[in-house]
């Protein structure tokens, strides 16, 4: 959607359309980011990929600024490195 296509636009104060327009670049940069993560993993699947994959489909969805919480974001990467060391994605 492009943001001048906001229902709302011409009553917007220009922070609040500021922030349409940041809301609107950031999702799609996420766009961009799971295409990019999809092609990767089409080639070469990994645990850690998909995990990405899923925060930032999670983020296109909800909120485009915010990924998950840095501490459980970190155990699920920890947990995916070890998943894609003990299935051999790594060598």
């Known amino acids: 959607m492009r943001h001048t296509d906001h229902p709302n636009w011409k009553n917007l104060s220009n922070a609040e ?10 999702r799609g940069g996420l766009r961009r ?5 999809e092609r990767h993993i089409s080639e070469k699947p990994s645990f850690v990929l998909m995990g990405l994959l899923k925060r930032k489909k ?10 998950g919480d840095e501490d459980r974001n970190f155990i699920e990467d920890v947990r995916n490195i070890f998943l894609d060391y003990e299935k051999g994605n790594y060598k």
């Open 17 to 26: 359309k500021n922030r349409v327009r940041q809301t609107n670049y950031r």
């Open 33 to 37: 980011e799971i295409r990019e993560l």
């Open 58 to 67: 999670h983020a296109l969805d909800n909120n485009p600024f915010y990924e």
